[in-house]
Nanobody, 119 residues
Framework: QVQLRESGGGWVQAGDSLKLSCAAS????????MGWYRQAPGKQRELVAS???????NYQDLVKGRFTISRDNARNTVFLQMNSLKPEDTAVYYCNVWVSQLGIVRDYWGQGTQVTVSS
């Protein structure tokens, strides 16, 4: 089993910054892709950003230039630095991690962390 521990959410004002962290632990051979999703009230969960083992990144258009995803492979941790936050960034943010276990690749989700941006 794999556990994901998220931290860093909170309440901020527009223009402020937050940094989310997600640390993976448990029994697995390796981690491949890591990413962050978000879900606002009444909306579907959407990809915010993702990063491969080699460091290739992908961002949703609405966050490009404001958010930066990074990872620490030695600590099995993925980060999301969020700058210039806007009220429309308000959502529950979920960590998503793909792992290889006994030859099977599957993903796990964190419990979610609330980010609230006031205008």
């Amino acid at each position: 089993q794999v556990q994901l521990r998220e931290s860093g959410g909170g309440w901020v004002q527009a223009g402020d910054s937050l940094k989310l962290s997600c640390a993976a632990s448990g029994r697995f051979f390796s981690i491949t892709a890591m990413g962050w999703y978000r879900q606002a009230p009444g909306k579907q969960r959407e990809l915010v950003a993702s990063i491969t083992t080699g460091g290739s990144t992908n961002y949703q258009d609405l966050v490009k230039g404001r958010f930066t995803i990074s990872r620490d492979n030695a600590r099995n941790t993925v980060f999301l630095q969020m700058n210039s936050l806007k009220p429309e960034d308000t959502a529950v943010y979920y960590c998503n991690v793909w792992v290889s276990q006994l030859g099977i690749v599957r993903d796990y989700w964190g419990q979610g962390t609330q980010v609230t941006v006031s205008s």
